[in-house]
């Protein structure tokens, strides 16, 4: 009797050729069929719980784990739950009628449609994912209501099925699927092992998986019915509760290194984490860790994982977590991202909004309550952290407000002060005469050595700015810190940076002044180095080689890309301080004019030194004079 076809009949979908057209269009993305099937073996599950525990169901519920396995003889793959299960009027509303408003909307649609995601969702097409790797797809199911029939359905993947009688003799639904030619990779063991990793290592019902060879009976049972050679599929692999389901004051710290191992196999651990835990106006758990960064080349996006009730969902969260925490790692879980929709709808999401915005002020609370309660901890994981900040200050006004309070600037001594401290320490020593405060910085601390050292003798502090960020970092700070401007302490001579009302005059007459510029320009020789005779204090190098602050930053940012191109294709041009008070500059002026020469490009080539600018050829035959000097 099982064989007598009971009914046979057409899918109800307006056009004969869809399943060519979702196989096709979907084949990259085709290994979600087992996401897509094992969910619904899931979703069954959870149904015959909740109606047990709400009295509708007063049978065992028995072992529900669920089985994943393959037959490679076979060429089968088997999804077999002990769910629900299925009458055939229930076969024929929810399998039957594939919830398509139409096949042309389908054409059309599908035209835009990213990836197979948006396609499964948005037209309800789950189990028929199952063709975009099977010729021949069967279910065989039991509904757990009183009195039910075992039904047996069958597709081969055109629009006609059969539904007869079927075999399962237990509660739930098995689906066989029938893997085509195309696709005998997932027949094998590793490829499945896989896949499920990806997607169904924290599913909340235990899924077993295993290889088995139905196809070669391996001698009789009782009966005298052929006996199948079963390998044992009892290894559980998932993890039915995974931390971030589980509230925060039942975890500890090695509970989420743990997880941060299991996720990341083979990263260092992480600085800390923070877990979301939100369920109004919207759900949102998850876990999310500081990883360590070792080096800028190793800043790793697509770290975050996305799921919907513990289903693996995507790692591509650009949408829905602030561009600035990217860099994070970890999983979130919501049933409120809209998961099947294209870009531009999620990013005009209000929930996708306000995730975003939870996520940052999450962030956002954490950094300042780590701060607050170990400020030596927090300062060590400065270095790490404060990349994030930087870039979550830059990104995000709202987040600026809040970093505000453990925003930290490091000085040349490897000192940390948040912004107000900063602010009173230099206020006194760094505001000019028109009133604005002057912070000092250092890209390259080592290079800027002789700056830095003159910027302390004089009690001055200097800031390290050497993270790629930094340039845009100061500008940002620069608008938001009132009458305060940021010069990097090469930016020209200490005196010029920080003008005080106390700048004296040199000594020299105009004449002297001007003898001396011309002797400096003829021993450079150089249209890109623009002499100047300046009074500064006597111990002050002779000769100060800087550039302006806005013109180097200019080309900063066209080196950074930032379109200003113009200024990128512009040749460095310099200020050469000539410091009139200097004791050796006496000595030029009374000089012959060869020596005069000679000393002059030599003044000039141990400033250019000390910039770290002599270089090659010049480098060469400054130490060769030099020797002779000596
Ligand atoms: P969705 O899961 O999004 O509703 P599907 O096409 O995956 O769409 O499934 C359609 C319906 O078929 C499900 O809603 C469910 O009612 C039924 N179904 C699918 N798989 C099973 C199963 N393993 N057990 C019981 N019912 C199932």
Redesign the pocket.
């Known amino acids: 009797m099982s064989t007598m076809v009971q009914e046979k009949g057409t899918i109800s979908v307006n056009t004969e050729n869809i399943f060519p057209i979702i196989k096709k269009f979907l084949y990259s993305d085709n290994e979600i069929f087992l996401r897509?099937?094992v969910?619904?073996?899931v979703?069954?599950?959870q149904?015959v719980k909740r109606l047990a525990s709400l009295g509708h169901y007063s049978k065992e519920l028995g072992n529900l784990n669920i089985k994943v396995s393959v037959d490679p003889a076979a060429k089968t793959i088997t999804?077999s739950?002990s769910?629900?299960?299925?009458t055939a009027e229930?076969?024929k509303?929810?399998?039957n009628q594939?919830?398509f408003s139409g096949a042309t909307e389908f054409m059309e649609k599908f035209k835009e449609a990213k990836d197979a995601n948006e396609i499964?969702?948005r037209f309800?097409?789950?189990?028929?994912?199952a063709f975009m790797v099977a010729d021949k797809v069967e279910?065989q199911?039991l509904s757990y209501q009183e009195g039910a029939e075992p039904v047996r359905w069958v597709c081969d993947g055109s629009t006609s099925f059969e539904i007869t009688e079927g075999d399962r003799t237990t509660r739930?639904?098995d689906?066989i699927l029938y893997i085509n030619s195309e696709s005998e990779e997932f027949l094998q063991e590793s490829r499945l092992q896989s896949i499920l990793d990806k997607y169904a290592k924290f599913l909340p019902v235990p899924i077993q998986f295993g290889t088995r060879n139905e196809s070669e009976p391996d001698g009789e049972d009782e009966e005298g019915k052929p006996k199948y050679k079963t390998v044992e599929i009892d290894n559980i692999i998932n993890t039915t509760v995974p931390i971030w389901t589980k509230p925060p004051s039942e975890l500890k710290d090695e509970d989420y290194l743990n997880f941060y191992r299991e996720l990341y196999p083979f990263s260092e651990e992480p600085l800390f984490w923070i877990h979301l835990n939100v369920d109004y106006p919207f759900t949102l758990t998850g876990v999310l860790y500081f990883p360590k960064i070792k080096n800028e080349l190793e800043l790793h996006k697509n770290k975050i994982r996305l799921y919907s009730r513990q289903v693996f969902i995507t790692d591509e969260v650009k949408d829905i977590v602030p561009e600035f925490l990217l860099l994070l790692h970890g999983v979130i879980d919501s049933p409120d991202i809209p998961l099947n929709v294209s870009r531009s709808y999620l990013q005009a999401d209000s929930n996708v909004k306000k995730i975003t915005s939870y996520i940052s002020r999450k962030v956002a609370d954490r950094l300042g309550e780590l701060f607050i309660k170990d400020r030596k901890g927090y300062e060590e994981k400065w270095s790490d952290i404060g990349l994030f900040v930087k870039y979550g200050a830059l990104s995000d006004e709202k987040f600026y407000e809040r970093a505000k309070e453990f925003l930290l600037l490091t000085n040349t001594n490897k000192e940390h002060f948040t912004l107000t401290e900063y602010e009173s320490k230099v206020k006194e020593q760094q505001t000019g005469k028109d009133g604005r405060l002057v912070y000092l910085y250092t890209s390259d601390p080592e290079r800027h050595d002789s700056y830095v050292r003159a910027a302390n003798k004089k009690g001055y502090d200097v800031l390290l700015m050497n993270s790629p960020i930094d340039s845009h970092f100061i500008h940002h700070l620069e608008s938001k810190l009132e009458k305060t401007s940021l010069k990097r302490v090469d930016a020209d001579v200490l005196d010029k940076l920080i003008e005080k009302e106390d700048a004296a005059r040199h000594t020299l007459t105009e004449d002297e002044a001007n003898k001396l510029k011309s002797i400096f320009d003829k021993a450079i020789n150089n249209p890109t180095m623009h002499v100047q005779v300046e009074s500064l204090p006597a111990e002050t190098m002779p000769v100060t080689i800087t550039m302006e602050e806005w013109m180097r930053r200019m080309k900063d940012m066209s080196k950074l890309g930032g379109g200003m191109n113009f200024y990128g294709s512009m040749p460095d041009t310099y200020k050469v301080s000539i410091n009139a008070n200097h004791k050796l500059i006496s000595k030029i002026l009374g000089a012959d004019e060869a020596q005069q020469t000679s000393l002059a490009k030599h003044l000039f080539d141990l400033g250019l030194l000390s910039q770290g600018l002599l270089k090659g050829a010049d480098l060469t035959a400054f130490v060769e004079r030099s020797v002779e000097v000596i």
């Open positions: 897509e099937l969910s619904n073996a979703d069954a599950t149904k999804i739950d769910g629900i299960g299925m229930e076969i509303k929810y399998i594939v919830a499964i969702g309800g097409l789950g189990f028929y994912s279910i199911t739930g639904t689906v």
